[in-house]
């Protein structure tokens, strides 16, 4: 192989990563907010949002204060412009298998119900969507 093919093959190698999958992305707008549980900030909810005109669901899962974002794909953030089903549920964590001192499996700690019936939907722009819950 001579210089002028190897340059040839790395311009081409450069090209074919540079373009990625050749799946294109959809607008986006990111999407933050905090979920709490009868007033108080909850962790481990995960919150989906739902495209109404198709495409990528997209969640996140709130941290220790009940802040949630939304997260497109890794290095990503957002959720998919226009109307949203919103969704809301507990995440599985590692965590839900705990053991005893002897390393026996035992259930988890109940965690409080979360309303059946709760159906939300949100506008997401492409800017500025800051969207909370509070769960009753």
């Not at 959809?26 to 905090?34: F, N, R, W, Y």
């Not at 119900?113 to 492409?126: F, H, I, M, N, Q």
Request: glycine share 12%; aromatic share 6%.
């Amino acid at each position: 192989m001579n210089r002028r093919q190897a340059v040839l093959g790395l311009a081409l190698v450069t090209l074919v990563a540079a373009c990625g999958s050749g799946v294109e992305v959809p607008p986006l707008g990111k999407v933050t907010g905090v979920v709490t549980l009868n007033g108080t900030p909850t962790a481990g909810i995960n919150v989906a949002f739902h495209p109404q005109a198709g495409g990528k669901t997209v969640e996140g899962v709130t941290n220790d204060k009940g802040e949630y974002s939304l997260q497109y794909n890794e290095g990503l953030e957002g959720a998919i412009v226009g109307v949203n089903d919103v969704t809301l549920s507990w995440a599985e964590t590692d965590e839900e298998v705990q053991r005893d001192k002897n390393g026996e499996p035992h259930p988890p700690t109940p965690k409080p119900a979360l309303p059946d019936s709760y159906e939300k939907t949100a506008t997401v722009k492409a800017e500025g969507n800051t969207y909370n819950f509070d769960l009753k």
